[in-house]
């Protein structure tokens, strides 16, 4: 485990980490589509809180282009990937532990055809991974707080990125108010294990050889998703009534309230920034 300040994970909780694994087979499913992707993300099948918004702002902020070569860790079902690239042109490849999710983004990228030709996707635990190159800008969205040691994965996106290359994250941080009840349903919902907070959580990135670690309040983003999940429920009742069991909404309806209630009390708060790996130093000339 990592001896970053501030992070020390149950030895249960980490123990049964596979078990939660599985949470995330169905997020292609029909209940995601209606109350998730099409209300929040206009369609696109983003896991995330921070959606297109964080990524189009990414897109500008660090000029990526044909020729930027962007990592994504914990790429899921690879939409984050595919939009970054329908944007941009640009190469991404993504990194996946969950074989229900790589096996939908690799289809997607299929049935996509030529024009998905630079996004791939490779199998592999993001704490154990090692690039065979190096890339220009690295993305781990709303995914560290799922890793049982996010520096490990820290580091390994560090040796992924070229000289001066950038981290950008995005994620759900310990709020002022977090109880002990909340940090437990939270890991019981989605094994979902807040980051330490601010100023605890830089020490995360700074434990992994990353410097320049900014991180922006937006947990007013994360209470936007929630409410509108939450009225998504309520207005497509009929249209998910079809295609979920009472038992299967009445669980949805329930950890929305929990996530919503969390964020807008200060429990939980959401995060996004980014970090970049130290230049190195120039050689000096010979006389």
């Known amino acids: 485990m990592t001896d970053a300040p501030g992070w020390a994970p149950h030895d249960a909780d980490a123990a049964a980490e596979e078990d939660k694994n599985h949470i995330y087979d169905t997020v292609t499913g029909p209940i995601w589509r209606t109350a998730v992707y099409e209300p929040v993300h206009g369609g696109w099948e983003f896991t995330n809180i921070a959606g297109a918004r964080l ?24 939409a984050v990937a595919r939009y970054l690239n329908q944007r941009t042109g640009c190469s ?29 996707y490779v199998a592999g635990d993001v704490t154990r991974w090692q690039p065979d190159r190096l890339y220009d800008l ?10 049982s040691d996010p520096v490990a994965a820290l580091r390994n996106a560090r040796r992924a990125l070229c000289s001066g290359g950038w981290l950008v994250f995005a994620d759900t941080v310990a709020g002022p108010e977090l109880t002990t009840e909340t940090e437990r349903r939270a890991w019981d919902l989605d094994g979902l294990r807040p980051l330490p907070a601010r100023p605890r959580s830089v020490d995360l990135f700074t434990s992994a050889g990353l410097t320049d670690v900014r991180m922006i309040d937006a947990t007013a983003t994360a209470v936007d998703c929630f409410r509108t999940i939450a009225d998504a429920l309520s207005e497509r009742a009929d249209e998910l009534a079809a295609v979920a069991t009472a038992e299967e909404l009445a669980d949805w309806r329930a950890s929305t309230r929990f996530y919503l209630d969390a964020y807008r009390t200060g429990q939980l708060t959401y995060w996004h920034g980014f970090a970049r790996r130290p230049r190195r130093a120039s050689l000096p000339t010979a006389a």
């Open 55 to 78: 990524l189009d702002d990414v897109a500008a902020a660090f000029r990526i282009g044909p020729l930027t070569h962007v990592l994504e860790l914990c790429s899921g079902t690879g």
């Open 92 to 120: 991404v490849t993504g990194v996946e532990i969950n074989e229900a999710q790589l096996t939908a983004a690799r289809r997607a990228r299929a049935e996509a055809g030529p024009r998905m030709a630079r996004v791939s």
């Open 138 to 147: 690295a993305l781990v969205i709303d995914s560290l707080s799922l890793l």
